[in-house]
């Protein structure tokens, strides 16, 4: 299964990717970003989403973009939410 299909939360993808290889904890990242641990660490833990301020802050660390952060929240958010949520009641309309 690919990563579109399936894809990781954010939190997953900023501990494998970048703070691992970086060998730096979640404490010394948000002292860096200068944002509370708590809130590094339930994003690693995937217990809460990237916002805007995060995903500014992580761009500017790590050299990427802020819609790279947002994007990828989006996609996760899209993809537990079609698991979720039943819209095959739906009708799709149609112009007249």
Same mark, same amino acid.
């Given at each position: 299964?690919?990563?579109?299909? #399936? ?7 900023? &501990?494998?990717?970048?703070? #691992? @290889?970086? #060998? ?5 990242? /948000? &002292? %860096?970003? #200068?944002? $509370? %641990?708590? %809130?590094?660490?339930?994003?690693? &833990?995937? !217990?809460?989403?990237? !916002? $805007?301020?995060? /995903?500014? %802050?992580?761009?500017? +660390? ?18 537990? /939410? ?8 739906? &009708? @799709?309309?149609? +112009? /007249?």
């Amino acid at each position: 299964m690919s990563l579109l299909e #399936n894809p990781m939360h954010p939190g997953e993808v900023l &501990k494998e990717l970048y703070l #691992n @290889p970086l #060998n730096m904890s979640s404490i010394g990242l /948000a &002292k %860096r970003l #200068n944002v $509370p %641990r708590t %809130r590094i660490e339930r994003l690693v &833990k995937g !217990t809460t989403s990237i !916002t $805007p301020d995060t /995903a500014l %802050r992580l761009a500017r +660390a790590f050299k990427t973009h802020p819609s790279y952060w947002m994007n990828m929240q989006i996609n996760y958010d899209m993809f537990i /939410a079609s698991r979720e949520i039943d819209v095959s009641n739906i &009708k @799709p309309l149609t +112009a /007249a």
